[in-house]
T-cell receptor
Framework: GENVEQHPSTLSVQEGDSAVIKCTYS??????FPWYKQELGKRPQLIID?????GEKKDQRIAVTLNKTAKHFSLHITETQPEDSAVYFCAAVYNFNKFYFGSGTKLNVKP | EAQVTQNPRYLITVTGKKLTVTCSQN?????MSWYRQDPGLGLRQIYY???????DKGDVPEGYKVSRKEKRNFPLILESPSPNQTSLYFC?????????????FGQGTRLTVV
């Protein structure tokens, strides 16, 4: 099956700085790569996603890049704000909504 | 409001006492699944269902059962809970079984087995 590795496990940045979270996957059949944000005590919620036929996608301060050849994808958050503090999960999806999640990155944005 | 609803939110039980966690979605989604979330391990799929009466094992199915008798409901059953099933559980649904799209999560159920 698929194996998704996510780094770093924790990330601390100063407000206004950028944050980058990286994930690698093993199965080239994966074709959908969502990112979820989970605030403390809350459910995971989708913040951005990308499909395998696209290399980059941006939504305001958030962007995702995908390198299919190298089998890795990254989440970029610019101009970080304290409300960006949360746990972020990447996932690789194939075979009828079979989600494989990374282990999560706890992002702390210091005011 | 479109949502996935789980109950209960919190549950403390004793080893061996059967329990059911309910999950219901009002979006007419085909695909539903259960995950458990443990520190450092992310979310791991327990069981999934591609439609009514169609269920299959995920990556960590041992000790769990599910059923899908109606499209909207997908309960998770622990016949004989053990302490290693102490975890945070999430139900999720996606619109179509055949197309990879966003998963909508329930609020979560924090289960403690003593």
């Amino acid at each position: 099956g698929e194996n998704v590795e996510q780094h770093p496990s924790t990330l601390s940045v100063q407000e206004g700085d950028s944050a980058v979270i990286k994930c690698t996957y093993s199965d080239s059949a994966s074709n959908y790569f969502p990112w979820y944000k989970q605030e403390l005590g809350k459910r995971p919620q989708l913040i951005i996603d990308i499909r395998s036929n696209v290399g980059e996608k941006k939504d305001q301060r958030i962007a995702v890049t995908l390198n299919k050849t190298a089998k890795h994808f990254s989440l970029h958050i610019t101009e970080t704000q304290p409300e960006d503090s949360a746990v972020y999960f990447c996932a690789a999806v194939y075979n009828f909504n079979k989600f494989y999640f990374g282990s999560g990155t706890k992002l702390n944005v210091k005011p | 409001e479109a949502q996935v609803t789980q109950n209960p939110r919190y549950l403390i039980t004793v080893t061996g006492k059967k329990l059911t966690v309910t999950c219901s979605q009002n979006m007419n989604h085909e695909y539903m699944s259960w995950y458990r979330q443990d520190p450092g391990l992310g979310l791991r799929q327990i069981y999934y269902s591609m439609n009514v009466e169609v269920t299959d094992k995920g990556d960590v199915p041992e000790g769990y059962k599910v059923s899908r008798k109606e499209k909207r409901n997908f309960p998770l059953i622990l016949e004989s809970p053990s302490p290693n099933q102490t975890s945070l559980y999430f139900c999720a649904s996606t619109p179509e079984a055949g197309m990879n799209t966003e998963a909508f999560f329930g609020q979560g159920t924090r289960l403690t087995v003593v």
